[in-house]
């Protein structure tokens, strides 16, 4: 489990971008490891659906301060196409002339 200092979503018109910092490490908090996988289960966990993923750092705890804070940029997910399934249309014969 990560312990975020910060995670903040905001949804724009056209992508929705997560700004992430995580803790400084030190003797109580654990060197810690960021990735997308992390930011999508958190997204899940508070009911955010996202689209594919076009920008992605990788933050780590280790106390390089500049690799602690990062953001990630999501399109829009899509909208789910409505399908029928085959078994709902009739099929309609024709008959010739």
């Not at 930011?39 to 933050?59: A, F, H, N, Q």
Request: glycine share 2%; net charge positive.
């Amino acid at each position: 489990m990560i312990d975020y200092q910060r995670f903040d979503v905001e949804n724009n018109e056209k992508q929705i971008i997560v700004d992430v910092t995580l803790r400084e490490r030190d003797r109580q908090i654990r060197k810690q490891i960021c990735t997308t996988e992390d930011i999508m289960k958190e997204l899940k966990k508070r009911s955010v659906d996202v689209g594919e993923c076009t920008s992605s750092p990788d933050l780590v705890s280790n106390r390089n301060h500049n690799r602690i804070s990062g953001q990630w940029v999501f399109n829009l997910p899509r909208p789910k196409k409505q399908v029928i399934p085959k078994k709902a249309i009739k099929s309609v014969k024709t008959t010739k002339k």
